[in-house]
């Protein structure tokens, strides 16, 4: 529907118009070939590690396949066909050996020769990176590529005792109650999906204690959406003494955004539940999940995650990775250098699922800040981490000379936390660069509705 026309509709229309949109996704989403995957994969989560190595490798053998075949890209390379061997987990290796690593600057280049010559346009989904360098890159989904993404997101979802007919509540970028309204309800809902959404575009201070009215008035199970604007939510709730009581909700699923440092105490505590972790890209080319023991696993029936080793301990490698992508025959993916970094366990998670599990992955979502020294310095929603006086903030750099910081203070802000600010953010970026405390009423999201905790023009002409 034109975005024009909605806004002109009366509230009980868009909801009407918000059921019938949510009516056609859970369509598209709930397929047969999802309900089998589902199915499936739940059964081999729970498996052997054998398992799943049997699984990567037949699924293997048949991506590299279809790319030799297929894929002009691949096939100008002449890829070895996969390695055969009765052990599993040495085909995987061996196969994957013999391919070259995938660099985003060469998908970039080429995007046109990645895409399967056999598979009808029409039947193809479109897609796009999210790059924070402001070049997305075109991609092409199959449904069933993207039913098997939402396999994934529902396995995690059902292990943490939600199921597909809870009612819920969604945080996300679309703009579903129109910019002019400044009286509440700032959510509409799709009665379909039991869903209530909230506008992200409302959330003013003034407004907030709605939210926060309608969140306790609700008889959702779950919530998922937005991290930036679940802790914003999440905070107001806090700040009004009014978390929601424990068990209430089953689970908090964050998605779109990285979860920064700083969200996860915020939202677990408000919304009173367990935040159900899950790393994925818009390639659709790997998928982790969150469990018990605070780690992400990799879901290897949906891809594969090698490591580049630059650091390795006793129990673990850490370095960049290489993901593999299982499941979608329109562009295979193989050994494609996404960009994140991460943590690898060498043993087997403490919680007792199987296979490849991971201490941490640095989706490096956010710009790096240049010091005048010549550093480039990452993750710096760090900073704010323990600063419990800065209601959210935001840094801004155009040169390596200064930094600009946003603040929105919460009222036990005073000389000493903004002391304590600088003095944190000088044990990360050095003593020469020049630093600006600005105090704003709040920080402005993105086009699309995402918040970026770092805007540095300066850092990402040297990402
Ligand atoms: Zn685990």
Known sequence: MKDSLYAHLPIGLQNLACTFVGWQLARARFTPYFHRCLEEWEASGAGSVEGLHRIQQRRLERIVDRARRYVPYYRRLDLPPAYVSRDPADAIARTLAQLPVLEKTTYRDHAESFLAEDIPRRRLHRGRTSGTTGSALPLWYTPEALAEEYATVWRLR????????????SFGGKLIVPLRQEAPPFWRTNAHGSQTLFSLYHMSPDRLPAYVDAIHDSSARYVQGYPSSLHLVGRAMLEAGRPLPKGRLKAVFPSSESLLAFHRETIEAAFGAPIGDRYGTSELAVSMTGCAEGHLHVDMEFGIVEVEVVQETDT??????????????????????????????????????????????????????????????????????????VAEAQILQDSAEAIRVLVVRRPSYGEASERGLVKEIRSRLGSRIEIAIEPVDEIPREPNGKFRAVKSSAGRQTA
Do not use: M, W
């Open 158 to 169: 059902r292990s943490l005792g939600v199921s597909l007919s809870d009612p819920h509540l």
């Open 316 to 389: 673990t490698v850490a370095g960049p990775l290489l993901v593999t992508g299982l499941g979608n025959d329109a562009t295979p993916f193989l050994r494609y250098r996404i960009g994140d970094t991460g943590t690898r366990l060498k043993g087997p998670c403490p919680c007792g699922r199987p296979g490849d599990v991971f201490l941490d992955v640095d989706g490096r979502v956010e710009d790096v800040v240049l010091t005048p020294e010549g550093n480039a310095v990452g993750r710096l929603d760090h900073i704010f981490k323990d600063q419990l006086d």
